[in-house]
C-alpha cells in the first residue's frame, strides 16, 4: 500500500512538471496513404513519414489489416479512425511524442491522472503501467475509457466448444460479486450489463469445465470464452439440462430434447429414436403403432411442421410410421413448440418441430456407429479445413424383412420392408462474423405388405444457412431450402387385367431473411421476411404389365406462393415479468395453370351443382387469401423457483393433407388451398404454472390450453381422395376445438431420473351445414379419430454405477374413436348395414411396457473407442394392442368385430453402439 502511494505521488510530481510543456492539439496536418497494414505498421510508417514518436506495448495490438488514404488530416482524427474499433487511448506530449494506452485515460488535470504511473526505462522511452493491476497479468481490459463515463457498460460475446469450436446454448454467465448474469443463446452469443471498473466473470454449464477471467471494463466491448467439455460420463434421462430454463423462459409451450440424453430409453427394437421421445411429452399424441405422424393438443397430423436444419420433412418416418427418419447420430437436439409458436415459423396450426443437425468437429475426426436387429447407423464427423470447416455425414439402413414374421397375421409372412437414408451437414466458418451451414437429406422406404404391390416413398431436403453478425447488436440469417416427398405405388401381375403404376410429389422451395436486433436490456427484436413456392403433382396412373388394361390418367398440377413478412419483440419490463409479442402477415396466392369449377351458391358442392369451369393461364393468380398471425406470450416470475406463463396465437395454414382413414399411412396426399378448398385456420390461448423444487433437481409444469379451429377438412361417407380432380365434391369443411390440461413432472438429478406425464384433452370437430350430404352427426360436435382423452407416459432411468444403468418406459392412452354397425336390413334382395354415429364409440385401450438395460464400456481415456450395449424388451406384457378395428359378414351372414396388431408378444432386442 505504501509503495502503491509513493507511485502515486512520483507520477502526480511528473506530471507536474511535464504539464506545461504538454502540447495542445497541433494545428499541422498529415496526408498517408495506409495499404493492408495492422495498426504497429499503421504507427511505424507514420513515424517514418514525420516526426512524430509512439511509446507503446506491442500485445495491445492485433494482427487485423486495414487499408485507408489521409489527406490533409490532423493526427488526432488520424489516431482516432484507426484506433475505432479498439481498447487504445492516445495523448500528445511535446515534442511530437505521443502516449498510447491499452484502455485508460490520460487526461490534462493533474488533479484527475491519479490511474497512472510513469517509468524512465534505460532507452528513457516512457512506458505506462495501470496501478490498479499490480502484479496480475492475466486482466483483461475491455473498452477505451472516454470522458463521458456511464456507471455501467455493456459486455457481449461469444462462447464455444473448445475441442470442435461449436456455439454452445444456455451457459450461464456470473458476475462473481455483483449478483449479475446471463445465458448464451442458441447462436453462442451472450449481453451483460457491468458497471464500470474491475468485474470477475465465470461460466457455468453442464458437461463443460468452468471458466474465470478477470476484468477491467472502461467502455463496451466483447469478450470471448472457449471451454472445455468434461470427462465423458454416463448420460442421464433429461429433457432439458439448462438450470431454471423452464421457469426464466417467456415463451409457453416449450420443449427441448438432446439427442445424446435419449440413449438410455427403451424403444422398439432398440432404435435411438427422438420423436418416440417427444410422443412421451403431455402435449403430444402418436396416432399409433403402424402410422405415420403425431397429433398436438388436438390438432390434425397436417398441422405440425417437421423441420430439419430449416428444411421441411413432410414424412419423418420410417416402416409405417414405425421409426424415425431422422437420424439419432447426427442430430444435435429437438425444439418442439406446441404453446405459443414464435412469429418467424408459419403455415401450420398446432406445432413445429425444430431438428437441428450437429456441426462436425473441425479439430479431429470422430464417428459413432451401431449394429442393431433391424438397423446398421453410422456417423462420421470429418475435418475439412483446421479449426473452420468440418462435414458430418450419417448412413442409416436396414436389414428388416424378418421382423413382418412377428406380426400377427399368416398373410404378411411372405411381405418385405427397407429403409434407408442419408445426412450430410458440412460446416464452414469464414470468420468472426459469417459462417455457412449447408445439409442435404435423402430417405427413401420400400415395402410390399401381403401382396403383389410394391410401394415406395421418400423426401429430399436441401438447406443453405448463411449466419452473418454485422455488430454487437444485429445479426442475421439468410436461408434457402427446397423439399420433395413423393410415394410409387406399382401394382404388376399378368394374372389380372388391373395392374398399375402410381406416383404422387410435393415439392416446395423456400426462401427466409430472419434478423435479429438487440436493441437493449428491454426490447430485442426477431423480424424479417419469407416466401415459399408449393408445387404438386397431384397424381399420375398408367397401365403396368402386358395384360393391363388400365386407362392412363393424370391429374393437373397445382401451384401457390406463400409470402410472410413478421416481427417480434422479447419485452423485459422487469426481471420478474417479460412479454414477446408478434406479428405476421401472411399472403397465399393460387396459381394457374389450373381449371377451377363453379359451383351453384347456396347449394352442395357435387356433380348436378357445377355451373362452370374457368380456365387460368400459367402463373396467373386466380385466388388470393391473407391475414394476420397474434403471437402473445407473457411470464411474470414469482421467484426463481416459480413463475405463470400465459399466450395466445392465431394462425393460418393453406395445405391440407387428405386422409379418410382412421391413421395417416405414406400414400396420403397434400392439396392445396383454391377456389373450393379454403384455408385452416386456428388460434389457442394457454394458462401454464411451472415450479422447480430442491435446487432444481425436480421440476413441475401444469398448463391448460383451449383451441379453436376453422375449415377443417373431414370426408364424406365412401369419400375417393386418390387420383380425384374434384377434390372438393369429396370433402366437408367444418369448425373445430380442443382443449385439455397437461401435468409434467421431471427429475433431473441423481441416481434415479427421468419423467412422468398425464394429459386430459379432447378433441371435437363439427360439420353442419344445411345439406344432409354435407352435415355429420345432425351437426353437432363429435369426436375426431384422433381424439383420446387419457394419455399418460412414464419414462424412467436408474444408475447402478457409472457403466449399468435400468430403464423403463409405461404408456397408457384411451382408445381412439371407431364408426360401428349397429345392424342390418335387406332392400330388393340386397344386403345392406346401418352404423352408429360417427366415431360414436372406440377401439381397446392400448398401454404398454418396456424395459431395458444399459451397459456401458469402461472410462479408460486413451482407448480407440468407447462402447455402450442396450439390451431391451419393448411390449414386455405381451399386449395385444390393436392397430385397426374391421368389421366382416362371415359365411352365416352375421358380421363380425376383428382386430389387427403390430406386435403382440414382447420383442427383445440387443444393440451395440461405439464412439471413436
Request: glycine letters at 6%.
Amino acid at each position: 500500500m505504501i509503495i502503491s502511494k509513493i507511485k502515486q505521488v512520483i507520477t502526480i510530481i511528473i506530471l507536474f512538471i511535464a504539464l506545461p510543456a504538454i502540447s495542445q492539439e497541433k494545428s499541422s496536418t498529415i496526408s498517408i496513404e495506409i495499404n493492408n497494414l495492422n495498426k504497429k505498421q499503421i504507427i511505424e510508417l507514420i513515424e517514418t513519414k514525420t516526426d512524430y514518436t509512439f511509446y507503446f506495448l506491442d500485445k495491445w495490438f492485433d494482427d487485423r489489416k486495414t487499408s485507408i488514404s489521409f489527406k490533409e488530416t490532423s493526427i488526432e482524427n488520424i489516431l482516432k479512425t484507426i484506433f475505432k474499433e479498439s481498447n487504445i487511448n492516445y495523448f500528445v506530449l511535446q515534442e511530437n511524442k505521443i502516449v498510447l494506452t491499452n484502455g485508460n485515460l490520460i487526461k490534462k488535470s493533474i488533479y484527475e491522472t491519479t490511474t497512472i504511473n510513469e517509468k524512465n526505462l534505460n532507452d528513457g522511452a516512457p512506458v505506462l503501467v495501470d496501478s490498479e493491476i499490480g502484479t496480475n497479468t492475466s486482466l483483461i481490459k475491455i473498452g477505451r475509457e472516454d470522458n463521458q463515463k456511464k456507471s455501467t457498460y455493456k459486455l457481449s460475446g461469444y462462447i464455444k466448444n473448445d475441442k470442435n469450436g461449436e456455439p454452445i446454448e444456455g451457459v450461464t454467465i456470473v458476475e462473481k460479486n455483483k449478483n449479475l448474469y446471463t445465458t448464451s443463446n442458441k447462436n453462442g452469443f451472450f449481453n451483460l450489463e457491468l458497471p464500470f471498473g474491475k468485474n470477475t466473470l465465470s461460466t457455468s454449464f453442464v458437461g463443460f469445465e468452468s471458466q474465470e477471467k478477470d476484468l477491467i471494463l472502461y467502455n463496451d466491448g466483447k469478450l470471448n470464452f472457449s471451454i472445455n467439455p468434461q470427462s465423458e460420463k454416463l448420460d442421464e434421462v433429461v429433457i432439458n439440462a439448462n438450470k431454471s430454463r423452464n421457469i426464466r423462459q417467456t415463451i409457453a409451450g416449450i420443449s427441448q430434447i438432446k439427442a445424446k440424453e435419449i440413449k438410455n430409453i427403451p424403444l422398439v427394437l432398440g432404435e435411438r429414436d427422438i420423436l418416440k421421445v417427444a410422443a412421451t411429452l403431455p402435449s403430444i399424441k402418436s396416432a399409433g403403432e403402424g402410422s405415420e405422424g403425431v397429433n398436438v393438443r388436438g390438432g390434425k397430423v397436417d398441422q405440425n411442421l417437421f423441420l430439419l436444419d430449416d428444411g421441411v420433412i413432410y414424412n419423418p418416418t420410417h416402416f409405417l410410421g414405425l421409426f424415425s427418419a431422422i437420424n439419432p447420430f447426427t442430430t444435435n437436439d429437438l425444439k418442439i413448440y406446441t404453446g405459443n409458436i414464435p412469429a418467424q415459423y408459419g403455415g401450420r396450426l398446432s406445432s413445429v418441430f425444430d431438428i437441428r443437425t450437429k456441426d462436425a468437429s473441425t479439430d479431429k475426426f470422430k464417428g459413432e456407429a451401431s449394429i442393431g436387429p433391424v438397423t446398421g447407423n453410422i456417423n462420421l464427423e470429418i475435418p475439412i479445413v483446421k479449426d473452420k470447416a468440418g462435414l458430418n455425414l450419417g448412413v442409416r439402413s436396414t436389414y428388416s424383412d424378418w421382423i413382418l414374421g412377428l406380426i400377427d397375421n399368416k398373410d404378411f409372412e411372405k411381405s418385405s420392408v427397407s429403409f434407408h437414408d442419408v445426412i450430410g451437414k458440412y460446416t464452414h466458418k469464414i470468420n468472426e462474423n459469417n459462417s455457412i451451414h449447408l445439409t442435404g437429406y435423402y430417405s427413401k422406404d420400400n415395402y410390399q405388405i401381403a401382396s403383389d404391390t410394391i410401394n415406395s416413398y421418400g423426401n429430399t431436403m436441401f438447406s443453405l444457412n448463411w449466419k452473418h453478425r454485422f455488430n454487437e447488436k444485429n445479426r442475421g440469417n439468410l436461408i434457402v431450402s427446397n423439399s420433395s416427398y413423393g410415394f410409387d405405388i406399382d401394382y404388376k401381375t399378368d394374372k389380372t387385367t388391373n395392374g398399375f403404376s402410381l406416383n404422387y410429389n410435393i415439392n416446395e422451395t423456400n426462401l427466409k431473411l430472419q434478423m435479429r436486433y438487440d436493441h437493449s436490456k428491454t426490447h430485442k427484436f426477431d423480424y424479417g421476411l419469407e416466401s415459399k413456392l408449393y408445387t404438386i403433382n397431384p397424381g399420375a396412373i398408367a397401365p403396368n404389365g402386358n395384360n393391363s388394361n388400365v386407362t392412363p390418367l393424370t391429374i393437373n398440377r397445382e401451384r401457390a406462393l406463400e409470402s410472410a413478412l413478421f416481427i417480434s419483440d422479447e419485452i423485459n419490463i422487469s426481471p420478474k415479468l417479460n412479454f414477446n409479442v408478434g406479428l405476421r402477415y401472411n399472403q397465399y396466392l393460387a396459381l394457374g395453370a389450373s381449371s377451377q369449377r363453379v359451383y351453384e351458391n347456396n347449394a352442395p358442392k357435387n356433380e348436378s351443382t357445377l355451373v362452370n369451369t374457368v380456365d387460368y393461364e400459367n402463373n396467373e393468380v386466380f385466388k388470393t387469401y391473407q391475414g394476420l398471425s397474434y403471437r402473445l406470450s407473457g411470464r411474470y416470475e414469482f421467484n426463481n423457483t416459480l413463475s405463470l406463463k400465459a399466450s395466445f396465437n392465431k394462425s393460418f395454414q393453406y395445405i391440407h393433407r387428405l386422409n379418410n382413414n382412421t391413421t395417416a399411412t405414406p400414400v396420403d396426399t397434400w392439396r392445396l388451398s383454391d377456389s373450393n378448398i379454403k384455408p385452416q385456420e386456428g388460434s389457442q390461448l394457454s394458462l401454464g404454472l411451472f415450479k422447480n423444487f430442491n435446487d432444481n433437481e425436480y421440476e413441475m409444469s401444469l398448463e391448460g390450453y383451449y383451441k379453436e379451429y376453422n375449415n377443417l377438412i373431414d370426408y364424406k361417407i365412401g369419400a375417393t381422395l386418390l387420383l380425384n380432380d374434384r377434390i372438393e365434391t369429396q370433402t366437408i369443411q367444418g369448425k373445430g376445438k380442443s382443449y385439455g390440461i397437461e401435468f409434467l413432472l421431471k427429475k433431473t438429478k441423481g441416481r434415479l431420473n427421468g419423467w412422468v406425464g398425464y394429459s386430459y384433452s379432447r378433441s371435437l370437430i363439427q360439420l353442419n351445414s344445411m345439406f344432409d350430404e354435407e352435415r355429420v352427426n345432425n351437426g353437432n360436435f363429435f369426436p375426431t379419430n384422433y381424439d383420446k382423452p387419457h394419455d399418460a407416459n412414464l419414462v424412467l432411468n436408474y444408475k447402478f454405477t457409472e457403466r449399468y444403468s435400468f430403464s423403463t418406459n409405461f404408456t397408457y392412452q384411451t382408445g381412439r374413436p371407431i364408426t360401428y354397425p349397429t345392424g342390418k336390413f335387406i332392400y330388393s334382395g340386397v344386403e345392406y348395414l346401418t352404423y352408429s354415429n360417427r366415431n360414436q364409440f372406440r377401439i381397446p385401450d392400448y398401454y404398454r411396457l418396456d424395459i431395458g438395460i444399459n451397459i456401458e464400456g469402461n472410462h479408460k481415456i486413451k482407448k480407440f473407442a468407447h462402447s455402450f450395449w442396450n439390451i431391451s424388451i419393448y411390449n414386455v406384457l405381451g399386449r395385444n394392442n390393436p392397430y385397426s378395428v374391421f368389421f366382416q359378414t362371415n359365411d352365416n351372414g352375421n358380421v363380425e368385430a376383428y382386430q389387427s396388431s403390430i406386435f403382440s408378444r414382447p420383442i427383445p432386442t440387443i444393440t451395440y453402439n461405439f464412439k471413436f
